[in-house]
Structures are given as C-alpha cells and as structure tokens.
C-alpha cells in the first residue's frame, strides 16, 4: 500500500523560496525534458493517501520516459538540499511520496512508457514502473495469462510496490511482486539508466527490490506471468481461539508444491459482537447467508478470526466436484463449523474486489478521510504475544477498519533483497488499516464497505 518512496536527500530551511523557485525554474529549463513541468498548484502532488500531511513541491515533474528522471537525478546531485519524490499512484501512508519544497516526479505520467507489452514464451509482461497493477491484469488476461502475484488492491503503480514488497494471498506460495520479476530498468542516485537482474548489476537489482526507493527509481520491470484463472471459490471460515486460527493458517502456506491445496491464504480479527464495522457483520461474503452468533463457542474472547481462503478453478468444473475439493481441503481445519462463508467469482472480479469498495466509498465521500494505517511484520515467536496483548487487550473493540494477520514463508523472500524480515522460517504480516472518522466505534455500516482496503506492503 506504500506508494513510490524515492528521495534523494533532505531540504533543509531556506526562508528565499522565491530565489529558490526562480534559480530551479532556470536549471530545469536547461534540462529540455520531453515531458512537462507544473509550477503552480501542485494539488494532488502535496498530499498522499494517508492524509495526515501536506506539502509544498517547488515543482511536479511530469516526465515522458526514464531519459526526463535521469536527467532531474542528475540535477539534485548537483543541489544538495534539494528532496525529489517519485509518485506513483499516491498510495503511501505518512508523506514518503511528497517532497517538501522539493521535487516531485509523476511516474503515471509516462504514458507512453508505461505501455505494457505481453510475450508468450516465455509468459511475462514488460510494463513501465507507473503502470497499475489493474491495467496490467486488463491487458494480460486476453492472453489467457496474469501475473502470479498480486496486492489486494490493484490500483498502485508496479515501481511503486516493487518498491516495497507487494504482498497478498498468493505470497505464499510465490512470494511478494519483488520476487515474480526477472528484469529491471532503474535510474540510480548519480541519474544513470541501468538494466539490471539477477545476474547482470545484480547488487543494484536486489538494492531496490524492497529498498523503499533509496537505490533508485524503478522505470520498467519484466513481471513473470502464468495460465489465468479462470474461476474462483472465495472462502472464510471462523476461529474462537487465535493458536487454532495460526495453527491452520500455518498447515495451509506449509503444504508442498503441486498437491492439492488453496491458491490464495490471508486472515483478519474482528470483534466479537454485532459491531457493523468491526464485528459479525463484515465477515459474510453473501447476503442471503448471514453471521449467525449460534455458532460462537460460549468460551470465545472479545475478538474473533476468520481464515479467508480461495480456490481456483475452470468455468466449466461442476460445483459438485469444486465442493469434494473444497471440502477435503477444509476438513483438515479446525474452524467452527456453523461458520462457513462462500462464493464462486470469476477471477478477475475477485482480484477486482477492492476497486468496487473503493467505488462505494467515494461515493459515500469516506475516500479521502485519513488513514493512519500501520503495516508491520511480526515473528511467529511473538504473534501469540502480540494476539494476547494488542487483538485482545489494546484493540478489543476494532479500529473501524480491518485488522489482517496471516503467515508468510521466509524461504519464499530472496535474502538479497532490501526487504528486513524477522527471524524464522514462519512470520505473520499484520495490518491496521483504520479510517480515522469521527465516529466512537467507526463509521456505520452504511458508510464504509466491508474490508475496504486489504492491500498492505504495496503502492
């Protein structure tokens, strides 16, 4: 969910912003960039999607192609006080894609550059570094090909959460989107444009592969492809007590290659009651099929969890034969048993998902409310602690937003890259995606969709 996160180096005060602005105007006319260069009202460019703060960039680059950045890089090095901020679709949380009285550069703006070429053999997608995840998916799947690994939300930019990590259901058993690509053009701190991988300038390809933008400039990426999906059965299932929920959660990331098993693992705590936001009510996925609390074991805590768990399959498969495998694979598990919620989605919708929240909550005018989000990794050794004394203790009554928790493998994360992980063969993500409104127990249900936003570690 964290946007483009490049800086170059940090402005210090200087009270002759109007020389300033005059002396950066003449230098960058100098550079005859292909693309175009905003110096008044920087608008979206002066805040981010967490909301809770707003800059002033001297000026918002809008470049045509990764020659336009190599040249502003080169630029900054010259000016040691000078911030350069590439934005890719805003998404970061406290201010990593603004720039202060600096420069900000406007990776969506490369248009022509962001195109997204399809190959075959072998199946992958050269796409520019301020394309979306959710164009990419268009273009590919008319191919009978996507991408292996996703974040929930597809809405943010591939530099942006190759950037990060980008991690979602699937990471298990691929790993994050810094995994699933093969190639790399980034425009360094000295403003070269270098192609990299993991055997041509491999230091450089694995520096920014999760370095948060401090290695460079992501421009375009060779993003690995598989046979698309064409169905899914979008599952989730209840758990009175957090070491059975991890217990299985765990059993179902650590099962090999190739046996059957579910395409997709991610988990959520919600509260124990009839809270609209927090509680019963955002855990069913059909509304014919509604929470029934019948099913609650009477020694079940303040807070609940629920498995979320998809499975693919083919149009044509017969329910009943999707339903034996679904079964067989759940019947291992230890959730409770009068809690189980499913759907059958065509692929892209469920990959889609979010973008209908995201819709729904524009229209209700919640969109820009600020989101002071936290995303973190938490060592299997801890988790149990962390339940105990944040799920249950600090954050028993919810945070009017989801709260997800689910395992990842450590084997599945190239330790090359920038990426810090906690110790372990195991970790779990957690995120506390709250919408800060002014409401005591979050906003009413008929404001805010149900898991509004699941996508933590992206653009």
């Known amino acids: 969910m964290i946007a483009y996160l490049e800086r170059v180096s940090i402005p210090e005060p200087n009270n002759n912003e109007d020389d300033d602005v005059s002396l950066l105007r003449n230098s960058l006319e100098d550079l005859q960039l292909q693309g175009s260069i905003d110096y008044g009202p920087t608008g979206s460019a002066s805040k981010d999607f967490g909301g809770m703060q707003i800059t002033k960039p001297l000026a918002v680059i809008r470049p045509a192609g990764a020659e336009d950045i190599a040249k502003v890089i080169k630029l900054a090095s010259r000016l040691p006080n000078l911030t350069v901020a590439a934005r890719g679709n805003g998404h970061s949380i406290n201010g990593q894609a603004m720039a202060d ?71 298990f058993r691929y790993g994050p989107q810094t995994e699933n690509v093969t190639e790399l053009e980034v425009v360094t701190g000295k403003g070269e444009i270098v192609t990299c ?13 999760g370095g948060l933008g401090q290695f460079g400039i992501i421009t375009r990426a060779r993003v690995l492809l598989q046979p698309s999906p064409q169905m899914v059965r979008w599952i989730r299932v209840v758990y009175s007590e957090f070491s059975e929920f991890t217990r299985d959660a765990e059993l179902l990331v650590s099962q090999e290659e190739g046996g059957e098993s579910f395409d997709y693992v991610e988990g959520f705590v919600f509260v124990n009651s009839d ?13 014919n099929h509604p929470f029934d609390p019948a099913g609650i074991p009477t020694s079940a805590g303040p807070v609940l969890y629920c498995l979320e768990l998809v499975l693919h399959h083919r149009e044509n498969d017969r329910p009943s034969s999707v339903n034996l495998v679904v079964d067989r694979l759940l019947g291992q598990l230890r959730f409770c048993k009068k809690l189980r919620f499913e759907v059958d989605l065509k692929y892209v919708e469920f990959l889609s998902r979010v973008k209908v929240a995201e819709q729904q909550a524009k229209a209700n ?43 990842l493998l450590r084997s599945k994360w190239d330790s090359r890259a920038s990426v810090v992980l906690p110790e372990g063969d195991i970790f779990y993500l957690v995120a506390l995606l709250r919408f800060s409104l ?11 969709p149900k898991r509004i936003i699941e996508s933590p570690l992206s653009d």
């Open 365 to 407: 005018g919640i969109w820009d409310a600020p989101h002071p989000w936290l995303n973190l990794f938490v060592s299997k050794r801890d988790i149990a602690d962390f339940d105990r004394l944040v799920f249950n203790t600090i954050l028993q009554h919810g945070i009017g937003g989801p709260i997800l928790v689910y395992p």
């Open 101 to 171: 009285r600096g420069l900000v550069i406007d990776m969506k703006s490369m248009e022509s550059y962001n195109k997204i070429e399809v190959r075959r053999h072998p199946p992958c997608a050269d796409v520019g570094g301020g394309a979306l995840w959710a164009d990419v998916l268009k273009r590919c799947v008319p191919f009978g090909l996507a991408p292996r690994s996703w974040t929930d939300y597809l809405d943010l930019t591939v530099g942006g959460t190759l950037s990060n990590a980008g991690v979602s259901g699937q990471a």
């Open 197 to 209: 991988s993991r055997n041509e300038n491999s230091q450089l390809f694995f520096s920014v592969l």
């Open 275 to 287: 809270d609209p936001v927090n509680g019963w009510p955002s855990v069913p996925l059909d509304p």
């Open 438 to 448: 002014p409401y005591p127990k979050g906003p009413p249900a008929s404001i805010i």
